[in-house]
């Protein structure tokens, strides 16, 4: 017995690799954001629900006579696509929407609820939580959208298929006018250039969260309001270059057009231009800017208190 304890005791302790504690803190971490901010899916969610009921609205508004002339034209120009594609950006929409409520409430909120005594008390760091906190619409959302897209896209094939059948028509006429697989892959590819491109609108929101004391909203836009002064009284109202709005919205465009030149929507893999998209400067400065915000994020978080 005492020889076996002795084994035991020489036998070297089991550690735990830094990487692998890092990683388990930092999913704990996002699954506390999912269990204390539960509008970053139900929101979405509620939107497909919506565009669930929009579509299957037309597909029963929509006259057997309309259908049946419908699939007997060959030249007929109806996109079978288009709900789909409808669905697929209104939640991406929802999602981008639902990011930026979040980044803006994400530290302001723990210092206005005082929870912020509670979670510096845990042997967490300020850079894991602001990391962690970046991480949701840089990382989350986009896995959120994606997934309810697709089951909301699913869902519509399966009951528009049942409407088809129930007024007499094959559906299967319907499946091969559908290329849910390409959506599926362009929308993967937009929702990855758009991370990208507004990661430093996102992490702007998460610096001015930890350093507003009231009303963030407005101290995150008042800086890019007085710029629009200043544009118009020195522009007049033809306006001049506007780097927020270029950044905001011109980046939707990029990724579902050809070449990503902001023209004809994309129609096959092929029209993709990755090395063209993902290689303009705008993006990797972007990222750049990001990094500054989240550092002076982090460094806001260590001094900052409750409100």
Do not use: C
């Not at 993967?188 to 990661?199: D, E, I, K, P, R």
């Amino acid at each position: 017995m005492t020889s076996e304890t002795e084994h035991l005791s020489d036998a070297p302790a089991v550690v735990a690799s830094p990487w692998r504690t890092h990683a388990r803190t930092f999913y704990w971490l996002l699954r506390r954001e999912l269990w204390e901010h539960r509008v970053l899916y139900i929101a979405p969610a509620v939107v497909a629900g919506l565009g669930i009921l929009g579509t299957l609205a037309g597909s029963l508004h929509l006259s057997n006579v309309e259908r049946a002339d419908r699939l007997a034209d060959p030249a007929s120009t109806y996109d079978y696509m288009e709900p789909y594609g409808f669905v697929a950006g209104t939640v991406f929409l929802s999602g981008v929407v639902v990011s930026i409520l979040y980044s803006l409430a994400a530290l302001h909120g723990e210092r206005r609820d005082r929870s912020i005594l509670f979670w510096k008390s845990l042997p967490v760091s300020d850079l894991m939580t602001v990391l962690s906190k970046a991480a949701v619409p840089a990382l989350m959302m986009p896995v959120i959208v994606f997934a309810l897209v697709v089951v909301a896209q699913l869902v519509i094939v399966a009951l528009t298929s049942l409407i088809w059948l129930a007024n007499g028509f094959d559906p299967r006429l319907m499946w091969v006018e559908l290329d849910l697989p390409f959506l599926w892959t362009v929308l993967s590819y937009g929702l990855t250039f758009m991370t990208l491109w507004h990661a430093p609108v996102f992490a702007w929101l998460l610096l001015v969260s930890a350093w507003a004391r009231r009303v963030p909203f407005l101290w995150a836009a008042a800086p890019f309001v007085a710029i629009a002064i200043i544009e118009y009284l020195a522009f007049g109202a033809a306006g001049g270059p506007n780097p927020l709005q270029h950044r905001i919205l011109g980046g939707f465009s990029g990724p579902f057009t050809v070449g990503s030149r902001g023209d004809a929507p994309v129609s096959t893999l092929a029209d993709l231009d990755p090395v063209r998209l993902f290689g303009q400067p705008g993006v990797w400065i972007g990222l750049l800017v990001a990094a500054a915000f989240l550092f002076a994020a982090i460094r806001l978080r260590r001094s900052r208190g409750p409100i």
